[in-house]
């Protein structure tokens, strides 16, 4: 090959070489990598956005308010004004998909009731962005496994908003039993619950999410679940009560209580309620017991064991701001998230169980 020829071939090379880099999907894919901050959009602006995550935001690092998804104007227009929102990253839930053509926004918060957790999440996901969605996570297991399914196919992630995993008084206990500094466990107990005085609200409604069991229950179920350190076998029993019976209509649950088998005849027993206001959970271990109360509220999680005090203070929304900082860094530096769908999915397949148990008055295996 000549001189000529050469540089030729090497200047044509070049320009190939120049144009794969510059091409616009290259510059789309090293442009996310760069970013200091990932651009959350919240769908659904009810109390827990407007008064928490919202706030909470505008203490992250790793993360913004770049969107919201809302059906009411009115919401659209003081949201926009109040945390200087563009116009082009508001969106209603007819105009959803087109969130799939917006850099700015690379997270989709889901905060809406559990019956529109399945086809959102999957909305988002196949809008191509990253998926963080309340708990419960859903309405059944199948569900669940829909979701994370497809997340998967998108190359997506979906982490579940269970703050308390997240929160260092948590993992202070969960580190005195991973690491058996107290023994073994031998038994739990666990309440969760508040007096829910609504009347028209998702949580009365079957068909959206109802029921206490899926909204306070789950964090009886976490208890339970971190507080052995194990999976639970099978409900042993349970049952379901209301005392406001015009207001928890056809059956739904305003109250639950169920006995949980885990690993070598370790019980659990746990209580939820929207009758009452209860926040505790009691570790009985081989060395001493693990006092937490409350162990799941907002303003801070406390207790005890003979190991000393578990109490590392804040304030609100501190779990919030810190729950979606994490999860905004395992998404820019690819590391696992804390908490993926499949720890939803645990729970609501014992939710489904309990449920199985109170209307067969039987012991169901999970």
């Not at 203490?59 to 949201?79: D, F, M, R």
């Not at 082009?88 to 009731?113: M, R, T």
């Not at 509220?297 to 207790?303: F, H, I, L, P, R």
């Not at 000393?308 to 919030?320: A, N, R």
């Amino acid at each position: 090959m000549s001189i000529t020829s050469r540089r030729d071939a090497l200047k044509t090379l070049a320009l190939g070489t120049s144009s794969i880099l510059l091409s616009p999907s290259i510059l789309e894919t090293v442009r996310r990598y760069k970013k200091e901050r990932l651009g959350v959009a919240l769908v659904g602006l009810g109390y827990y956005s407007t008064d928490l995550l919202a706030p909470a935001m505008q203490q992250t690092k790793n993360c913004y308010l770049a969107g919201i998804v809302t059906g009411t104007p009115s919401k659209a227009e003081t949201w926009k004004a109040k945390y200087n929102i563009p116009e082009k990253n508001i969106y209603n839930y007819g105009n959803f998909e087109q969130i799939a053509n917006n850099d700015d926004i690379d997270v989709i918060y889901i905060v809406l009731p559990p019956s529109m957790h399945k086809e959102y999440v999957i909305k988002a996901a196949y809008a191509g962005k990253h998926v963080w969605c309340e708990k419960p996570m859903a309405m059944t297991e199948q569900e669940c496994k829909e979701m994370i399914d497809a997340c998967k196919k998108n190359k997506k992630t979906l982490a579940i908003g269970y703050r308390l995993h997240h929160e260092p008084n948590t993992q202070e206990y969960r580190r005195i039993m991973k690491q058996k500094l107290l023994g073994g466990v031998k038994r739990l107990d666990c309440a969760a619950g508040y007096r829910e005085d609504r009347t028209d609200h998702w949580k009365q409604k079957k068909e959206m999410g109802g029921g206490v069991l899926y909204d306070m229950g789950v964090y009886a179920i976490q208890g339970a679940r971190l507080g052995t350190n194990m999976e639970p076998l099978s409900v042993v029993s349970a049952q379901t009560s209301t005392t406001r019976p015009e207001i928890y209509k056809n059956g739904l649950d305003e109250t639950t209580v169920a006995t949980l088998e885990f690993p070598g005849g370790v019980l659990a027993n746990i209580k939820t309620s929207f009758g009452e206001n209860i926040n505790f959970m009691n570790i009985q271990c081989e060395k001493g017991e693990i006092k937490m109360a409350p162990y799941s509220a907002y303003s801070g999680v406390q207790g005890s064991s003979p190991l000393g005090e578990i109490s590392t203070p804040y304030t609100v929304p501190w779990q919030q701001t810190k729950q979606m900082d994490d999860d905004a860094a395992a998404i820019m530096q690819g590391k696992p998230l804390l908490v993926p769908g499949e720890e939803g999915l645990r729970d609501i397949r014992i939710v489904e169980a309990i449920y199985r148990s109170a209307g067969s008055k039987q012991a169901v295996k999970i």
